[in-house]
């Protein structure tokens, strides 16, 4: 009979998650400035309009703004793992062995938070209930947004 080899449980992650009022405090500040940075964008498409405002629903403008929204989180996690909110409230999202997030990632994690708020925000809430903290777009995306410790700043 030939012995199995078993594989250690893995260690406790070297990390704090964030938890949902941190989280919630960083996307507060992100809505003020992704609400500004709309705002930028729209007034660089009116002169392609004529200075007429743009139809509700016009599907152009809103894939415009949505992919303005998108590069806006996505730059930031990707280049550093903080926006502008999160850097203020010392969170950060990585892959779980601390790496920084793919352009995928970004994308998943974008789409499945939108879908979250859309739920009346469960996806958030879920993070309340779940053993590690994490929230939908956490768990889909595989990132993890954790707790800058003061000393690393």
């Given at each position: ?127 309340l209930f ?14 993890v947004l954790?707790?800058?410790?003061k000393d690393?700043?």
């Amino acid at each position: 009979m030939t012995k199995r080899k078993t594989t250690p449980a893995p260690a406790a992650p070297p990390y704090q998650t964030a938890g949902l009022l941190r989280r919630l405090g960083a996307i507060l500040y992100d809505s003020l400035l992704l609400l500004a940075l709309l705002s930028v964008a729209t007034a660089l498409v009116l002169p392609l309009t004529g200075g007429e405002a743009i139809a509700p629903g016009n599907p152009l403008y809103t894939s415009y703004l949505f992919f303005v929204g998108f590069f806006f989180f996505a730059w930031f996690w990707i280049h550093g793992g903080q926006t502008l909110g999160m850097r203020a409230w010392r969170i950060r999202v990585q892959q779980r062995n601390g790496a920084p997030i793919t352009w995928g990632q970004a994308l998943l994690r974008f789409l499945v938070a939108i879908a979250s708020w859309l739920l009346l925000g469960a996806g958030f809430l879920w993070a309340l209930f779940d053993k590690e903290r994490m929230t939908w777009h956490d768990r889909y995306s595989q990132t993890v947004l954790v707790v800058v410790p003061k000393d690393a700043e």
